[in-house]
Structure formats: structure tokens, C-alpha cells
């Protein structure tokens, strides 16, 4: 048998003006908001000297950098409450929202039975529900842990269901013609095609996870030693200590930056080598 | 050359109630053959291929496709209109995927791809991702997909047809050359004559509405053929012949003016 391949195709050249404009968008990428932010910071510390505004209505950036480190250990504390809030709910809804998903997915039955639950919980807001739950769960925590859920479940049973479906049909008839397993489909197929879709709903998730935490704590009214950066902000509005109120909320907009990096890292990672909307392409 | 390796008996395929795809097709494949479908667009050409491939299922009638003699991992393969490939995997992994879905290890089956790949010039592209490759070269990988199984059938749908030209013409030789090389029995569908008549043994015209056989020509040059033979006047001669009788049937509507 005679083996006559053809040309092999010829490799593309690394473009060096290429790799350093790269480089440079990378750079800038954290450069500009970083400069944009402290730009902000440095009017907001000259509003606030220039036009003597009292620090029980705006506090300055420094004095609220003070707080910080002057209530850290008691706010750290807080925060650490509220992360573990955050990430035990994230978690719950992932898992909670791919199983879910991935039998609907699997069963136009089952996802017309139990989609309507999904959608009631969705749409009903958690402030209304948040103080039945709080009756019926003795362990607060429990309860602000499933309210939480609530708020973060929706995206990702929702991006699940759409990313399962939305696999080519023509890949689809594919596995069909090579006989593939159920199992087979689901790890080689649907999984992979699912994962734009699911990446997209865990960004939404992420938030909504802190906010579902943050919300939750707030119905909750919460107090003590055992609570999260909600209580403290709640806590220091009623003493009106307004630097330590705003301390609290920056910790809580860092954690939700935090979530934010976290979860566009991620998607970043599993998405950047072949997906659209984590490619970055020349222009 | 031996007996029928596929076999249609008045084969129909209904969609819906009003729409017949596929009427009473009957055709005899003998293994080796390379048969090109050849008509206007919705002349069921890829609903008779999707029903060989077991893709869609026959409204009425048989198909029976010869079980081969030995083991095979898959020996019907099926090369679609777009490159069918998965974006998130490599090319490697592209070419693998029939041998991991049959279970095939990966050491065993790493020799076979990169001659897949080989086959058809790629096999420095094992790492590269489908978004970087041409169209052209996917389908390439497309075709070292189908190839790493060893089937006996290739059934391609209209692969070509979003090509241009040359990339065309450069892929038509190769499945040729890869059919001859490997004795495969190829359903070809194309709405284009001039590829029809330059790849095929046998050149099945079919009309529309309900799709149908309408003739079932044999080509007279010997096959294969090389470049030299598409500018020849024996490759005008058969593809008038064929043009002929394909627009013999044609409906006045099917033309666009």
C-alpha cells in the first residue's frame, strides 16, 4: 500500500509586534482601572477636606482606611462570616443547579413539573421569604444559608439547562453514528458545550450569592459575635458610626470584586482557548 | 469489486404529513464504488444519506448495509457539510474521538491518529485548536476523523461546498486519492456537476419534490482522474451529459432567474 500523504501545511510564524502588543493591552488591562480608582479616591479625600464635609455624613477615604485598621480584627471576623456564607452558597447552587439542570436537560417531564418551583423561587424576592425561613430553620446560619441559595441558585440551573441543549446537532448525530454511551455524551458533548453558558451564569451567580448573603443577614438582623459584615453595617448605623458603616461596605465591595476576578479567572481559563467570548483577538 | 455493499429498497422517508423528502429510492452500492447524489437543493440527497448512515430512520422500505468481515471499531464514517469539530479540543483529540468513544486507549491509538493526520498533511497541527486552523484544514481534520476508523463507507454531505475553489479542487484529490488508497465505498452528495463528474464511478441524478432517482449515470473515463483530465474535452463531454439530464429535471420553480 503505497503512502503518498500530501503537503503538510505550513506553520504560522510568531509575530513578535504581535506578542508585545499582547503584553501591552495586558499591562494596561489593570493599569487603567487601578489609576481610574485611585483618581476617584484622591477627589473623593479633597471633596471631602476642601468642602468640610463631617465625617458622620461622608467620611474620608483615610479615615475610613483608619477604621479599618483600627476595627480589623472584629471586622475580619465578620467578613470571614460573610465569605463562608457566600462560598457555602455558591456551592450549594452549583451543585444543586447542575444536578438539577442536568435532569431537566435529560427529561422534558421532569423540567416541566419542577421548572414552575424553580420560577416561584426565582421571582419571589428573597426579603419576602427570608423571615419564613428564618422561623422555621433554628440554626441561623441554615437559614442564611439557604436564603442565599436562593438568590444564587436560578442563574446556574438556568445557564446549565440551556448550555446541555445547546450542543451542535451536528456533533450530536456524530456520537450518535460512533455509538456513544449516555455517559460518553454527557463528559465528551454536552458538558463541553454547556460550559459558555454555564461560565456566563456562574459570574451572575457569584454576585448574587454575595448579595443573597448580604440581603439575607439584613432581614435576619442578626447581632453578636457570630455575624457578618450585614450586622456590622446594621450595627454601626444604629451607633452612627458612619466610617466603621462604610469600613464594612468596602470590605463587602472587596469581596465582591473578589468574586468577580475569581469567577472571570475561571471562565478565562476553561473558555480562553476556544470560545468567543474569552478569545482576544488582533484588530 | 464484489456484491452490493449497500443496499436501498424502495426506501421513503416522510417529514410531517405533507412532505415526502424521499420517495421509493431503490440503488444498489457495489463496495468500492465512489457514488456522487447530484441535484437541486431539497432533492432529499442528504435525508437518503442521513437514512444510510442510521441517522434518521426510513419511513418505508429497507436499507441493508453488509456487516463487515472482520472487527472494526466503526465502519460506516460520516463527513458532514460544516467540519463537525469540537472547539474546545485539539485536533489530536478531534481525530480521537471515534477510537476513545469505541474505547481505544490513548497510546494505542496516538500512532493511528498522527497517520490520520499524516494522510491528510496536518500532522503538525496535532496541538493546534480548530478556531486557528483555515476552513480548508478543517475539513481536513474532518476527513482524518472519519479516516482513523478504517471504515469500509465514507458518506461526505456536501463537505466541499463552502470552499473555494482551489481548496476544492485540492481536497477532491486527496479524497480520491484516499478512497483508492483504502478501498472505500463513497457516497458523495454535491450540488455541483463538475464535481460530481470529476470524483465519481457513478453519478446518481436525483429530482425534487419528492426526492427521487431520476438517472443513475456511469462515468466512462476511467477512474481515478487527474488534474490534467478536468480540462480535457472527455471531462466536458460527461459533465454536459450529466448537466443534461439534470436539468431534465428540474421544475421551472427550482430555477432562480
Not at chain 1, 79 to 87: C, D, E, I, Y
Not at chain 1, 177 to 200: E, H, K, N
Not at chain 1, 253 to 264: D, K, N, P, R, Y
Amino acid at each position: 500500500m503505497s503512502t503518498t500523504s500530501i503537503t503538510e501545511e505550513a506553520a504560522a510564524p510568531v509575530n513578535t509586534e504581535q506578542l508585545a502588543r499582547e503584553r501591552r493591552e495586558r499591562l494596561l488591562s489593570w493599569l487603567m482601572p487601578v489609576i481610574t480608582l485611585g483618581a476617584a479616591i484622591g477627589y473623593w479625600e479633597w471633596a471631602v477636606w476642601y468642602y468640610g464635609i463631617p465625617k458622620y455624613l461622608i467620611p474620608a477615604p483615610s479615615l475610613i482606611v483608619q477604621t479599618l485598621i483600627k476595627d480589623g480584627p472584629s471586622l475580619m471576623v465578620s467578613a470571614w462570616f460573610t465569605v463562608k456564607l457566600t462560598f457555602f452558597s455558591l456551592t450549594l447552587a452549583i451543585i444543586g443547579g447542575v444536578l438539577l439542570g442536568a435532569v431537566f436537560a435529560l427529561s422534558r417531564p421532569v423540567e416541566m413539573s419542577l421548572f414552575p418551583f424553580a420560577v416561584i423561587l426565582q421571582v419571589t424576592p428573597v426579603v419576602a421569604i427570608a423571615p419564613l425561613i428564618l422561623i422555621y430553620v433554628d440554626s441561623t446560619f441554615a437559614a442564611l444559608l439557604i436564603c442565599a441559595w436562593i438568590v444564587a441558585f436560578f442563574p446556574i440551573l438556568s445557564g446549565t439547562v440551556i448550555g446541555l441543549r445547546s450542543a451542535d446537532h451536528n456533533l450530536r448525530d456524530l456520537f450518535t453514528l460512533y455509538r456513544a454511551t449516555p455517559w460518553q455524551r454527557l463528559r465528551f458533548l454536552l458538558a463541553p458545550s454547556a460550559l459558555p453558558q454555564f461560565m456566563a451564569a456562574l459570574k451572575v451567580a457569584g454576585g448574587l450569592s454575595l448579595i443573597g448573603a448580604v440581603v439575607a443577614e439584613f432581614v435576619a438582623g442578626a447581632a453578636g459575635q457570630n455575624t457578618g459584615l450585614a450586622s456590622r453595617i446594621i450595627e454601626s448605623s444604629f451607633r452612627s458610626e458612619i466610617p466603621r458603616m462604610f469600613a464594612a461596605l468596602v470590605l463587602v465591595s472587596v469581596l465582591g470584586i473578589a468574586i468577580f476576578v475569581l469567577t472571570s479567572w475561571a471562565s478565562r481559563r476553561v473558555l480562553g482557548h476556544w470560545h468567543e467570548s474569552e478569545i482576544r483577538r488582533e484588530h | 469489486m464484489s456484491g452490493p455493499i449497500i443496499q436501498m429498497d424502495r426506501v421513503s422517508r416522510r417529514f410531517g404529513k405533507s412532505v415526502l423528502a424521499v420517495e421509493n429510492m431503490s440503488l444498489a452500492i457495489t463496495e468500492g464504488e465512489f457514488v456522487s447524489f447530484l441535484g437541486p437543493s431539497g432533492c432529499g440527497k442528504s435525508t437518503a444519506l442521513k437514512m444510510i448512515a442510521g441517522l434518521l430512520p426510513v419511513s418505508a422500505g429497507t436499507i441493508t448495509i453488509t456487516p463487515p468481515k472482520g472487527k472494526s471499531e466503526q465502519d460506516l464514517a460520516f463527513v458532514f457539510q460544516e467540519p463537525t469539530l469540537m472547539p474546545w479540543a485539539n485536533v489530536f483529540e478531534n481525530v480521537y474521538l471515534p477510537l476513545r468513544l469505541a474505547g481505544v486507549s490513548r497510546s494505542e491509538a496516538t500512532p493511528r491518529v498522527t497517520a490520520a493526520l499524516t494522510e491528510v498533511g496536518l500532522s503538525r497541527f496535532a496541538a493546534s485548536y480548530p478556531r486557528e486552523l483555515s476552513g480548508g484544514m478543517k475539513m481536513r481534520v474532518s476527513i482524518a476523523r472519519a479516516m482513523v476508523t478504517r471504515p469500509r463507507i465514507m458518506l461526505m454531505d456536501e463537505p466541499f461546498a463552502a470552499l473555494d475553489e482551489m481548496t476544492r479542487a485540492k481536497l477532491n484529490n486527496d479524497v480520491v486519492r484516499l478512497a483508492k488508497e483504502y478501498g472505500l465505498t463513497v457516497i458523495f452528495v454535491t450540488h455541483s456537476v463538475f464535481e460530481a463528474v470529476y470524483l465519481s464511478t457513478r453519478v446518481i441524478v436525483m429530482a425534487a419534490r419528492p426526492g427521487r432517482v431520476a438517472a443513475d449515470i456511469a462515468m466512462e473515463t476511467p477512474w481515478p482522474r487527474n488534474e490534467d483530465w478536468r480540462v480535457s474535452p472527455a471531462f466536458s463531454t460527461e459533465a454536459r451529459r450529466v448537466s443534461e439530464t439534470l436539468k431534465g429535471t428540474l421544475h421551472v420553480d427550482d430555477i432562480d432567474h
